[in-house]
Structures are given as C-alpha cells and as structure tokens.
C-alpha cells in the first residue's frame, strides 16, 4: 500500500492528498468519517451557490442529471451515488487521494471508473483551489457521467490515453481533454450552454465562459484544439464549442495516430493566440 504523490506543472507546495492510503491502482475508500461538520458545510454552501449560478449558463444535460448526485447539504457518500449511476450508465466513482498519474488515470477511466477526490477544500479557500477537489470532481464530471454518449465519449478518451502513452502524444491529447470535459461549451436550442467541469464547478468562469465578450470561441476541430496551449490558473482565453455530444463522440472515433504525427511538424497556438473567424 501507498503510492508517490503526484504533481502536474509546476508547484513548490507538495500535494494535499495523503497517497500512503493509495492502492496499487491508486484508489482509495473515500474517508467518510475523516469529515467534520466544517467540510460538510463547506460542501452544501458551495453547491447551494453553484446551483443557483447554473440556469442560462449550464448545460440542460448537466442540470437535469445534478439531482441524481443525491445529498446537497452534505458530502455525498461514493457508493449512493453509485447505485444510481451504474444503472444509468455501467460507471462508477472510485475515491483518489488528488491527481494520479496518466496510466492509472486512463486505466480507470477505460473501465469506465471515474476516480473522485475524496477530501474536500478548507473554508478560506471557497473561492479558489488549486487541485481538484470533491467539490471539483463531484459536481463538475459526475453528473454527465449519467449521460450515455458523454460517458461513452469519457470511456474512450481513457482507451486513447492508453493508446497515446505509447506514442509519446499524451500532451496533445491532453488539450483536447482540458477543452472539453473541462472547460467545453455546448451550442444548445436555448443558446450557448458550458458542459466542461472546470467551468461548471467555478462560481465566476461560469458567466465568463457563456456570456464574457472577452475570450475568444472556436467551433471544436481536433487539430486546432491538440495544438492549443492552456493555463491552469487563470480564466481560459479560448473556448471551443460543440453542437452535441453525437459530434464531439463521432469526431473522436478516428484512429489518432496519423493525426499525431502529422500535428509533431506543426506550431503550437498559444492560449490566447486569434482565429479569423470565431465560432
Ligand atoms: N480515437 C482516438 C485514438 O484513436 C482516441 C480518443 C477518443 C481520444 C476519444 C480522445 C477522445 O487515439
Ligand atoms: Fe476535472
């Protein structure tokens, strides 16, 4: 038992997460009973926020299926949550100290396993952290997962991470995770929607993202969206937008591997470098 923690870009804080709990597939049991009344708060008042922030702005997907993740006015217990979402989609949550690495990541998620932090950030950080977090990880993926073309499109983007391991290309397919399960729009009936869990489990990039004159929005194009760059800690400057889930799954069945070896030859876009035409 116990694993090495893990860092993703650079930081000089170690991990919060405790990885000697960590298995040799790097879950763990959620902790219930390491939660004080403080974290429980601190989970019902961020969901209480949240909730009120998504009309007009989140997916109808995401807030149709957000009741399913069951208790709002306290940490939601793994398996409940999973006697629900294995009926409606064969996925199930599996508790994580923090981030893992890139193959036990892609492995569970190839299993169709959605590894969940399982601690939960401290009151004076409510309005920003860093790493994920339960609220991060719950609130944000978990309530697609009981849509079947998003949750098959998850399933398959873990076998291609496996894949993309072996052809050195886990950068470039990366990006195309980060610009759409955390931080994609979708192009609804009632108007430009967010489905990404970056946004949809942040209070300010929420609006920023659908109504910000500000950032730039590309339609989704797998090329343009591997070689886009994108930070961590701010705002994200470019978006890229879906019709439906059909044609973000449909665009992603194709075999990758010619498209990057094409894409090693060809420059980067920097974050928030402009298209002519915007979406
Ligand atoms: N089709 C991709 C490949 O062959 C895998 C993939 C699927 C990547 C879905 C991202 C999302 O590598
Ligand atoms: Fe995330």
Redesign the pocket.
Known sequence: MGQAPVVYGQSNRPPRGDYSRASADYTCPQNYASYTEADHDTYRRLYERQCALLPGLASQAFIDALPLLGARDRIPRFEEVNERLYQATGWELVGVPGLIPEVPFFTLLANRKFPVTDWIRKPEEFEYIVEPDIFHDLFGHVPLLFNPVFAD?VQ??G???L??EG?G?CEM?SR??WY?IEFGLIREPAGLRAYGAGILSSSGELAHSVRSPEPQRLPLQLERTMRTRYKIDTYQQTYFVIDSFEQ??D???????P??ERLRGLPEFAADERDAVAA
């Not at 992603?252 to 591997?257: Q, V």
């Open positions: 499109y398959r983007y076998q291609g991470g894949k993309a052809l290309a397919l195309l995770y759409t973000l799954f665009m992603t069945a194709a075999d990758f591997a498209i990057y």
